[in-house]
T-cell receptor, first 111, second 114 residues
């Protein structure tokens, strides 16, 4: 039972353009959401998070948007750079201490 | 601060053998979680330890077990290995494992079962 879903396995974007990565969840009890970035042969690296009391959180080129009514979050990267090419995972947690991860979206930024 | 470390980085075993993986969390972190990553499956939660106690467990068979030591280091054991256990095993640490805490990941141990 996949409680966090990333329906796009891959995404290609031109350098300088916006990358939008999407994530849907099913559990309305989730109240904390994160995005991780993963390069091959490395562990995931924390990128940005958002709690359910907010609908937007921004950190430099990265912005996460949360739409609780739609159970949807998205990560915007503006402008996209070749170094952003990686696999991006979204994750969610609720009152417990377990994180649920999506299956990842592989982003390729074309120079 | 040093990050999360995992040893070994790579491991090759044969079916039926057992394996033990090790994880050292960030200094001061007391919660350690383990995940299995396979292609197309994302990160599947195995279990979480806090203060030497398993607090949470995912949907994996009993062949997968773990423990945590008093210095917060954690080990994961897989017995009677199967081909399907080939995966990247990741551990992550956080201060207390409560909600609104970020987990920080190690580089992973790549296990290949032949």
């Amino acid at each position: 039972d996949q409680q966090v879903k990333q329906n796009s396995p891959s995404l290609s974007v031109q350098e300088g353009r916006i990358s939008i990565l999407n994530c849907d969840y099913t559990n309305s009890m989730f109240d904390y959401f994160l995005w991780y970035k993963k390069y091959p042969a490395e562990g995931p690296t924390f990128l940005i998070s958002i709690s359910s009391i907010k609908d937007k959180n921004e950190d430099g080129r990265f912005t996460v948007f949360l739409n609780k009514s739609a159970k949807h979050l998205s990560l915007h990267i503006v402008p996209s750079q070749p170094g952003d090419s990686a696999v991006y995972f979204c994750a969610a947690s609720g009152t417990g201490n377990q994180f649920y991860f999506g299956t990842g979206t592989s982003l390729t930024v074309i120079p | 601060k040093a990050g999360v470390t995992q040893t070994p980085r790579y491991l090759i075993k044969t079916r039926g053998q057992q394996v033990t993986l090790s994880c050292s969390p960030i200094s001061g972190h007391r919660s350690v979680s383990w995940y299995q990553q396979t292609p197309g499956q994302g990160l599947q939660f195995l279990f979480e330890y806090f203060s030497e106690t398993q607090r949470n467990k995912g949907n994996f068979p009993g062949r997968f077990s773990g423990r945590q030591f008093s210095n917060s280091r954690s080990e994961m054991n897989v017995s009677t290995l199967e081909l399907g256990d080939s995966a990247l095993y990741l551990c992550a640490s956080s201060a207390t494992g409560r909600s609104f805490e970020t987990q920080y990941f190690g580089p992973g141990t790549r296990l290949l079962v032949l």
